[in-house]
């Protein structure tokens, strides 16, 4: 039987990205908190798009997001969460860009795109959520 934390990794696998290691949430802030933050009152998006149409352009504008807030170590190294059933329980992967990577690929249960990057310090995170008609990148620091 496949575990919240199979189901993470495949969708993270099945995007592209690189899995290194399961971390957890320890060192914080947990996935909880993240999650938490991005869906705070008052939270504007650093960038949007449109929810339905051509998503060639998510992974571009994600990656420069994400670059600019100091998530993605220089090594191309970040922590992601992901929407999976359960997948808050799994906490943090370690996983690294590659050429082939393509966040617009991380699409939950019912076909949207929804996840967090952190950088590995915890300071900052970086995601993408589905609102009503658009999708957010939203650029925070915890």
């Not at 994600?62 to 100091?70: F, I, S």
């Amino acid at each position: 039987m496949r575990t919240s934390e199979d189901r993470l990794v495949e969708l993270i696998r099945s995007s592209g990205l690189d899995v290194h290691t399961v971390q957890g949430d320890e060192p914080g802030p947990s996935v909880g908190t993240a999650w938490r933050a991005m869906a705070g009152f008052g939270v504007e998006p650093s960038a949007s798009l449109p929810l339905k149409g051509d998503l060639k352009g998510v992974h571009r504008l994600w990656l420069e997001h994400a670059r600019r807030a100091d998530v993605i170590g220089e090594d191309g190294t970040f922590l992601l969460t992901a929407v999976v059933t359960g997948g808050s329980a799994v906490g943090w992967v370690r996983v690294r860009l590659t050429d082939d990577a393509d966040v617009a690929r991380l699409v939950d249960d019912q076909g949207r795109i929804e996840f967090i990057a952190r950088s590995g310090s915890g300071g900052h995170i970086c995601g993408i959520t589905a609102e009503e008609y658009e999708y957010w990148i939203v650029s925070l620091t915890l």
